[in-house]
C-alpha cells in the first residue's frame, strides 16, 4: 500500500513538474503583445453574454490565470482567492479571467457553488491555452499572465501555487501602477 502511494505521488509531481518546463518555453513572454482570444464562457453578474475576447477588456487590466480543472482542491483555492480580493482588483482597473477546458455548464455550477465572482471561459481544445505556454492534455497548466491596458503581457507566473497567489498577483499589480 505504501509503494502504490508513494508511486502515486511520484508520478503525479513527474507530470505536472516535468510538463511545466515545456509550458514555460512556449509562453508568452513579458512585452509581447497578448495572443488574442475569442471563447465562450460565464459571469453570473453579466448572464446575457456568452462569447469573450480580449478586446472586452481593452483600457483595464486582465489577470488571466489558466487552471486544470473546476472543483478539484487547488483550482478551488485559486479561485476563491481571486474573489475574495476582486473588489481589490478593480480599485486598479483590474478584471479577472480565469480559463480551463471545462464548459459553459461545469463553470456555471462552480461560480454558483463557490461564489465565483469573475468570468470563466471555457478552451476545451486548448487552442488559447496553447497560444499561451499553458495547455497540458487534456488540462490547462496553471499559468497566470497580467496584461496591461495596452493589451502586452506585463507580468507571469508560470506553474504556480495557487495558495495565495491572487495576493501575488494583486501585490504586482499595485507595483505597475
Not at 507571469?156 to 499589480?173: D, Q, T
Given at each position: 500500500?505504501?509503494?502504490?502511494?508513494?508511486?502515486?505521488?511520484?508520478?503525479?509531481?513527474?507530470?505536472?513538474?516535468?510538463?511545466?518546463?515545456?509550458?514555460?518555453?512556449?509562453a508568452p513572454e513579458?512585452?509581447?503583445?497578448?495572443?488574442?482570444?475569442?471563447?465562450?464562457?460565464?459571469?453570473?453578474?453579466?448572464?446575457?453574454?456568452?462569447?469573450?475576447?480580449?478586446?472586452?477588456?481593452?483600457?483595464?487590466?486582465?489577470?488571466?490565470?489558466?487552471?486544470?480543472?473546476?472543483?478539484?482542491?487547488?483550482?478551488?483555492?485559486?479561485?476563491?482567492?481571486?474573489?475574495?480580493?476582486?473588489?481589490?482588483?478593480?480599485?486598479?482597473?483590474?478584471?479577472?479571467?480565469?480559463?480551463?477546458?471545462?464548459?459553459?455548464?461545469?463553470?456555471?455550477?462552480?461560480?454558483?457553488?463557490?461564489?465565483?465572482?469573475?468570468?470563466?471561459?471555457?478552451?476545451?481544445?486548448?487552442?488559447?491555452?496553447?497560444?499561451?505556454?499553458?495547455?497540458?492534455?487534456?488540462?490547462?497548466?496553471?499559468?497566470?499572465?497580467?496584461?496591461?491596458?495596452?493589451?502586452?503581457?506585463?507580468?507571469?507566473?508560470?506553474?504556480?501555487?495557487?495558495?495565495?497567489?491572487?495576493?501575488?498577483?494583486?501585490?504586482?499589480?499595485?507595483?505597475?501602477?
Open positions: 500500500m505504501r509503494n502504490l502511494v508513494v508511486s502515486i505521488l511520484i508520478s503525479f509531481i513527474f507530470l505536472f513538474n516535468c510538463n511545466s518546463a515545456i509550458a514555460f518555453d512556449f513579458v512585452g509581447d503583445i497578448a495572443p488574442n482570444f475569442q471563447l465562450e464562457g460565464f459571469n453570473k453578474n453579466i448572464k446575457s453574454k456568452n462569447i469573450w475576447e480580449l478586446y472586452d477588456f481593452r483600457g483595464k487590466w486582465l489577470v488571466m490565470y489558466f487552471y486544470p480543472k473546476d472543483f478539484t482542491a487547488g483550482c478551488t483555492l485559486e479561485a476563491k482567492g481571486f474573489s475574495e480580493l476582486k473588489k481589490d482588483f478593480s480599485k486598479y482597473n483590474a478584471e479577472i479571467v480565469g480559463i480551463s477546458a471545462d464548459n459553459q455548464n461545469s463553470h456555471e455550477s462552480f461560480c454558483s457553488e463557490k461564489s465565483i465572482n469573475y468570468t470563466l471561459l471555457s478552451d476545451p481544445e486548448g487552442i488559447i491555452s496553447d497560444k499561451y505556454g499553458s495547455w497540458i492534455p487534456p488540462f490547462s497548466d496553471r499559468n497566470t499572465f497580467l496584461i496591461s491596458p495596452e493589451g502586452e503581457i506585463s507580468y507571469r507566473w508560470i506553474s504556480v501555487l495557487p495558495i495565495n497567489h491572487a495576493r501575488e498577483v494583486l501585490n504586482v499589480l499595485k507595483k505597475k501602477i
